[in-house]
C-alpha cells in the first residue's frame, strides 16, 4: 500500500511569508506527528494528533506554527510570517495505533526561507 | 525531560565486517521504547529495530541486533554482515509509553560501508 506522502517536497519561500505542508498518513492510521529536522541533527516533535484532535503541541515552538486535522486523515502544518530559522525538512509520521507502534515517516517538505 | 546522546557522529566499517553504534538516554521513565531508524540520502526514515524496556531480552532483525543495558542507560545497535546499503545517517530514539509516544531523537551516526 502507499506510504505516508508528503507535498510539496521542496518549498522556497521569501522571509515573512505564509507556507503550508501537507501530510497525507497511511490509510487507517490515527496518530499522526510532525518533526523538524535542522541540518546536521536528529528530528525534533512539534505535534502530535489522535484523530482530529491535537493531542500534544508542546513541541511547536511558537504561535507563528499551526497545524490541523480536520478529517482525522490529511494533516496541513501552516506557518505564519516566515523568519530564515525555519528553514529546515518538516517530516510528517503516522502509526497505527499508541503502544510502541512503529511510526512511518513521509519523505519530508524541505523548506528553505530566503 | 528525555535526552538521547549518540557520541558518534561518523563511523565507518568494510564491507562484511560487524559495526556497532553507540547510544544512551537518560529518563526518569520506567516504561518506555526505543528505536533505532536508518535515515539514508533519500530522507525517508525506516525503522531498524525497537526495544520494549520492560523485555529483558535484546531484540534482533536479521542482520541487526542492539545491546540493551537498562541499567546503564545504554542502547547500541551492530550491524553484522555489513552491506553498502547500509550507509545511511543512524539515529537512536526514545519513546515514553503512554501519552504521546512521541520520538525523542538523537543527533545520529553517519555511517558508511567501504566497499
Known amino acids: 500500500g502507499a506510504g505516508v506522502s508528503q507535498t510539496p517536497s521542496n518549498k522556497v519561500t521569501e522571509k515573512g511569508k505564509y507556507v503550508e505542508l501537507r501530510c497525507d498518513p497511511i490509510?487507517?492510521?490515527?496518530?499522526l506527528y510532525w518533526y523538524r529536522q535542522s541540518l546536521g541533527q536528529g528530528p525534533e516533535f512539534l505535534i502530535y494528533?489522535?484523530?482530529?484532535?491535537?493531542?500534544?503541541d508542546s513541541g511547536l515552538p511558537n504561535d507563528r506554527f499551526f497545524a490541523v486535522r480536520p478529517e482525522g486523515s490529511v494533516s496541513t502544518l501552516k506557518i505564519q510570517r516566515t523568519e530564515r530559522g525555519d528553514s529546515a525538512v518538516y517530516l510528517c509520521?503516522?502509526?497505527?495505533?499508541?503502544?510502541?507502534?512503529?511510526?512511518?515517516f513521509g519523505p519530508g517538505t524541505r523548506l528553505t526561507v530566503t | 525531560a528525555q535526552t538521547v546522546t549518540q557520541s558518534q557522529p561518523e563511523m565507518s566499517v568494510q564491507e562484511a565486517e560487524t559495526v556497532t553504534l553507540s547510544c544512551t538516554y537518560d529518563?526518569?521513565?520506567?516504561?518506555?521504547?526505543l528505536f533505532w531508524y536508518k535515515q539514508p540520502p533519500s530522507r525517508q526514515m525506516i525503522l531498524v529495530i525497537r526495544?520494549?524496556?520492560?523485555?529483558?531480552q535484546n531484540a534482533t532483525e536479521n542482520r541487526f541486533s542492539v545491546n540493551f543495558q537498562k541499567a546503564a542507560k545504554s542502547f547500541s545497535l551492530k550491524i553484522s554482515d555489513s552491506q553498502l546499503g547500509d550507509t545511511a545517517m543512524y539515529f537512536c530514539a526514545f519513546s515514553p509509553r503512554g501519552g504521546s509516544e512521541k520520538l525523542v531523537f538523537g543527533k545520529g551516526t553517519k555511517l558508511t560501508v567501504n566497499p
Open positions: 529518563t526518569s521513565e520506567s516504561n518506555y521504547y
Open positions: 509520521a503516522s502509526s497505527l495505533l499508541s503502544g510502541g507502534s512503529e511510526q512511518y
Open positions: 490509510s487507517g492510521h490515527t496518530a
Open positions: 494528533f489522535q484523530g482530529t484532535g491535537a493531542a500534544d
Open positions: 526495544q520494549e524496556a520492560y523485555k529483558q
